[in-house]
């Protein structure tokens, strides 16, 4: 069985992302000043010189214009030494068209991964030369509060889709600026939900004229937030 180094606590959504330090291939951070007010996506990688990782971040890397049009902040963290990173994002950049424009954590010693319960616990084969357990693909969207408001854990053998992180991110900045929800398959510009909490003559007042499907499902509309 392998080593279970997720020794944090309990990371639910409404939590405030735990504060770390660490070394980053843009210099030494502290997490929460990182964050500074702005939404931020932090992922896991099991580790560099990777192929599906090294695909990852060079989709990442291309929506740069996408992240920013968001007003989101990327973060990743793999399993090496600074320096490994400074190689492999050479590899990245050459390889996949794409500049990294965010910083990654150097977390050989796992400190960040267990506080973040990324520690892959299924697959005792994901560990590195000295036995330590490798990370999951685990994805945290996190608001400007600093709360958690999105977890995702992919397993290692699984490529994440990163245009769907961006429609989340969407649709959580359209819900709190609207406060509405958002339907299946929703996309920016298509209809939102008003919530079942608010009454009709309620939504009358604060929503554009809505369509009534079901006393509880009332869809609407609101302005693109981009």
Known sequence: MTQDLNTGPPLRLGSVAPDFTAQTTQGDIRFHDFIDGSWVLFFSHPAD?????????????????????????????????LNDHEKWIDDIERTQNGHIWFPIVADADRKVAALYSMVDYQDPSNIDKKGIPFTVRSVFVIDPKKTI??????????GRNVKELLRVIDSLQTGDKHKVTTPVDWEVGQKVIIPPTVSDEAAKASYPPFDPVLPYLRFTTVPSLH
């Open 49 to 81: 010189f990777t192929p599906v990782c090294t695909t990852e971040l060079g989709a990442i890397a291309r929506l740069k214009p996408e992240f920013d049009k968001r007003g989101v902040k990327a973060i990743g963290l793999s399993c090496n030494e």
């Open 149 to 158: 408001r999105l977890t995702l854990t992919y397993p290692a053998s699984v």
